[in-house]
């Protein structure tokens, strides 16, 4: 699904990726922990074209995604790949629904079917009757699922997670990685998850280590 060879990213003068090499398959859950700093973020950045290599090249579905110029960036990330961060980004203003579908709007698809999917969405995550409140109506592990439900509504490829649980207390992190290995048993979901809870990494099918730049 994914394969990143040789990545290397500076700051100024600060190597923050030393040469990474990283795979995943499709329907794999692999967890990324190390110490703050490690580059754990700045990896995630780039394997999600958030961010570009200095050197090295990352493949997402047979696409080079690090030659990806002008607006085919935007375009291939919206369309195949999803993200959730530690603090959810959720739109204050608008309902959990209107949330959800922004990426499927971006997309240009019609508002019945992105509506009707992010319904079926909400079931699936436990949200049926959250679906009019606006984020501050919600509790943060209500939130933090509108997130995933949009990162999933375009059907990525691959969700990136940056400390998805970071925010949330043990119980409702526990949730969050147990719905996560639902979704990858369900629907051969992969992910790529950042975290800095070891004993939540354990719920993956890989822990990758990061050190001072590299995959230790
Ligand atoms: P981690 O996620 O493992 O904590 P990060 O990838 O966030 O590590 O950061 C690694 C290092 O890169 C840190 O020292 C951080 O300050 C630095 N860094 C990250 N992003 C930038 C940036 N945009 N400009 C300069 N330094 C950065
Ligand atoms: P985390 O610890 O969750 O990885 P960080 O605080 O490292 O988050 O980074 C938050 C954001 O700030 C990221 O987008 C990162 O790229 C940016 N950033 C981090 N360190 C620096 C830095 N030294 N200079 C500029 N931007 C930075």
Redesign the pocket.
């Known amino acids: 699904m994914l394969k990143a060879t040789g990545i290397r990213k500076s700051?100024g003068n600060l190597q923050i990726l030393k040469g990474v090499n990283f795979e995943v398959q499709k329907g794999e859950i692999v967890s990324i922990i190390g110490p703050?700093?490690a580059g754990?973020?700045?990896l995630l950045?780039i394997l999600g074209t958030l961010?570009k290599p200095d050197s090295g090249s990352v493949e997402l579905k047979g696409t080079v995604i690090n030659k990806l110029v002008g607006d085919m960036v935007g375009v291939f990330r919206n369309q195949n790949i999803g993200f959730v961060f530690?603090f959810h980004h959720l739109l204050p203003e608008f309902s959990a629904i209107e949330n959800i579908c922004i990426p499927a709007f971006i997309a240009k698809v019609n508002k019945k079917q992105a509506e009707t999917r992010a319904l079926e969405l909400l079931d699936l995550l436990g949200l049926k009757d959250r679906g009019q409140h606006k984020p501050n109506q919600l509790s943060g592990g209500e939130q933090q699922r509108v997130a995933i439900a949009r990162a999933l509504i375009n059907n990525p490829s691959i969700i990136f997670a940056?400390?998805p649980s970071?925010n949330l207390d043990s119980e409702n992190a526990a949730g969050l990685h147990q719905l996560f290995v639902t979704l990858r048993d369900n629907f051969n979901q992969t992910f790529v998850i950042?975290t800095h809870n070891e004993h939540l990494a354990r719920t993956s099918d890989r822990v990758v280590s990061m050190k001072d730049g590299l995959i230790v």
């Open positions: 700051y703050s700093g754990k973020s700045t950045h961010d530690q940056d400390e970071g950042v």
